[in-house]
């Protein structure tokens, strides 16, 4: 080999080294975040102490009026987890009521503010709110207006709450609507059990981490199905292994992207449970 060959062949080992060195200094460095939302509790007193005590900043959203409401929200709070008003609204098929403290189309802007208020006080540490059902009152603008209002207006814990749109509809304006009213506001990206066995829960899973590396960021709602809470326990310790971190809601929403990329469900598809009080 000549003396440029060799000059040639050193300076490309040189950098290759250099580029393996700054390679390995960011390595588990995260790349992309998610945001987690266990939706639900508040029924029972297991699932709830059970997703409080999961790895991460993993929220809890909890409704109200149930019997386990208050201890899961305190259990949570506690082990620096956020806690979110999983606020009943009104779905499409009338028979499927949304539980104790339900907003509908029948309410007027000050029935509304009322319930709002009243389903405030029933959970504590409420840093955001997120929809439980809702597939008709989502799509409605001028009673999501009056929501945001009343989530602009309430304070918890001495800070602004914000919004999350579970996107029970494709038809939704919700998370439009809090923008509009300068409320706080993210979409959910992935449902992580619709189907609630293993299986489908770790494909969801996958989904997700999948959606954050190409989009940057991904929020995912879930349940707390023991398959659920297994997969979370399984792979949130591995996260920074795939450059992923997991945040919270607020930290997620402070990323312009936040809104970005909701998976599209079918209309009126009310990927939520009716409320039932459950026993442990």
């Known amino acids: 080999m000549s ?6 062949q050193f300076f490309k080992t040189v950098f290759m080294l250099l580029c393996l060195s700054a390679l390995q200094a ?32 993993v929220a809890c959203a909890v409704l109200p009026h149930t019997p386990w409401a208050a201890r899961v929200a305190n259990e949570a709070h506690d082990a620096g ?24 189309l029948d309410n007027s802007r000050d029935e509304l503010f009322r319930i709002f208020a009243t389903n405030m006080s029933t959970v504590p540490h409420v840093s955001g709110v997120n929809n439980h059902m809702g597939s ?23 800070q602004q709450l914000f919004f999350v749109d579970s996107r029970t509809t494709a038809l939704t304006v919700g998370f439009d609507v809090a923008v ?3 409320v706080p506001a993210a979409s959910r990206n992935v449902f992580l059990d619709d189907d609630d066995s293993e299986v ?9 981490i999948a959606m954050a590396l190409r989009d940057g960021q991904a929020l995912a709602v879930g349940h707390p ?37 909701p998976e599209i469900v079918p209309p009126a598809a009310d990927h939520n449970t009716p409320v039932v009080a459950v026993q442990p």
Request: hydrophobic share 40%.
């Open 136 to 158: 008709l009152i989502t799509r409605h603008p001028g009673h999501m207006e009056w929501l945001m209002q009343a989530i602009a207006e309430a304070e918890s814990d001495g």
């Open 180 to 182: 509009e009213q300068g």
């Open 81 to 104: 987890k956020e806690v979110l008003l999983h606020l009943p609204l009104q779905a499409m098929e009338t028979s499927r009521l949304a539980g104790t403290g339900e907003i509908s």
């Open 26 to 57: 960011h390595a588990g460095e995260p790349v992309a975040r998610i945001a987690i939302i266990i939706d639900d509790l508040g029924q029972q007193k297991s699932a709830g102490l059970k997703t409080a005590a999961l790895p991460g900043p």
């Open 3 to 8: 003396r440029q060959g060799i000059c040639l």
């Open 225 to 261: 199905y023991p398959a659920t809470l297994k997969v979370l326990n399984e792979q949130l310790p591995l996260l920074s292994q795939r450059g992923v971190e997991l945040v919270s809601v607020r930290d997620y929403i402070d990323d312009p992207a936040a809104g970005a990329s």
């Open 200 to 208: 489908a829960i770790r494909q969801q899973f996958e989904r997700l």
